[in-house]
């Protein structure tokens, strides 16, 4: 089955096209083009810019994939758009473009959660996780720990009560002044760079003993803005520190998860998942517990339209086109 996966929830505007079967789910082709350069002019997403690129970039996305693949739009089974969560205008975009494809071509349109899309990942290629599975999404607005039963069938477990895990990468890295906008990717490459962390310890690590699966990435963020007040760090170590602090509460809570939950497989998923030290740490703690965990590649963790695909093909949940709206708030469990 061909699937035709649109994706427009941020500051990209995506495409894929991925060939679902018993085997697994094939990527035959995708496309992406990114509005980023312009909001790191601003030093922050503008909605409205963003939404406007995409309505340039949709159609070119979409006649990418299909010409890559060697397709017609009629050759496409089924179509799969995100409806949520994201910024409206840039949703009602990709929302309004897919219902049209699917109109045009008469093809059934799955909607998709963006959130559930990160955990779909998994499955890309030849991967076949096996349930339960303890999920962890960390992206830039969210921070969700989830067990997820079978295919479509999520328990929430806990998730942040402030920022985003993303966010706070993002925050701490306009703070130490080494990216405005979206700079989690740098801070970490700052991070590497640090020999020796001379700062060990000056940071908070926020929940962590707390016997709940929630998170809180705050207060970390003012720890860090307190630490470069008084103007005597290195930036390397903070950086570092504050990697490190993030990565200590992720794997210990998701570890605790998946001990309690008694799963034997782990899934990650979301932006941060790109990020080196937690990969490395998640991986390690699992495998010392005999716990299989799927890491995607770090081009499937950014936000894409392969996954998009990918989730649609395994929950195929049609709906009418009339009732396929873009909700900016949707929540993982809706
Ligand atoms: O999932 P994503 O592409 O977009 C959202 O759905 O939010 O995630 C973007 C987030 C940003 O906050 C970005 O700074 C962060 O993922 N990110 C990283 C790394 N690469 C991307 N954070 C830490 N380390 C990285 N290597
Ligand atoms: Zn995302």
Redesign the pocket.
């Known amino acids: 089955m061909l699937i035709l996966g649109i994706e427009t929830?941020?500051d990209?505007t995506a495409a894929a096209i991925v060939e679902g079967s018993q085997a697994g789910v094939k990527v035959i082709s995708s496309s992406l083009a990114t509005s980023r350069e312009l909001h790191e002019k601003t030093g922050g997403i503008v909605p409205e810019v963003a939404a406007r690129k995409q309505v340039e970039s949709i159609v070119p996305v979409v006649e990418d994939v299909l010409k890559q693949a060697g397709l017609e739009l009629n050759d496409i089974d089924k179509l799969a758009v995100t409806t949520g969560p994201?910024l409206i205008g840039s949703l009602v975009v990709g929302v309004a473009a897919a219902k049209s494809l699917a109109l045009a071509v008469e093809k059934p349109l799955i909607p998709v959660n963006?959130?559930v899309g990160?955990i779909y990942a998994n499955w890309v290629g030849d991967n076949k996780p096996e349930f339960p599975a303890v999920a962890l999404v960390?992206?830039?607005?969210?921070t969700d720990l989830v067990l997820m039963k079978g295919h479509g069938d999520f328990v929430y477990l806990g998730g942040t009560l402030d920022d985003?895990?993303?966010?706070a990468?993002?925050k701490v890295?306009r703070l130490l002044g080494i990216k405005k906008y979206?700079?989690?990717?740098e801070?970490?490459?700052v991070a590497q760079a640090c020999i020796e962390n001379k700062m060990v310890g000056v940071l908070p690590r926020p929940k962590i003993t707390d016997l709940d699966y929630d998170f809180s990435f705050s207060g970390l963020k003012t720890a860090v803005k307190r630490v470069v007040d008084t103007r005597e760090f290195e930036l390397e170590s903070l950086a570092k520190e504050f990697?490190t602090a993030v990565v200590d509460v992720l794997v210990a809570k998701t570890i605790r998860a998946a001990k309690e939950h008694k799963v034997k497989t782990l899934l990650f998923?979301?932006?941060?998942a790109?990020?080196?030290q937690?990969r490395e740490r998640l991986k390690k703690e699992a495998e010392e517990l005999d716990i299989k965990i799927f890491i995607p590649s770090?081009n499937l963790?950014?936000?894409n339209a392969i996954y998009i695909a990918t989730t649609a093909y395994f929950n195929q949940v049609e709906r009418d086109l009339g009732d396929i709206n873009p909700d900016p708030s949707l929540g993982i469990m809706d």
């Open positions: 929830s941020c990209e994201g963006h959130l990160h960390v992206s830039g607005g969210h985003a895990a993303g966010e990468f993002d890295a979206l700079g989690g990717a801070l970490s490459k990697e998923g979301g932006g941060v790109a990020n080196t937690l770090v963790c950014t936000d």
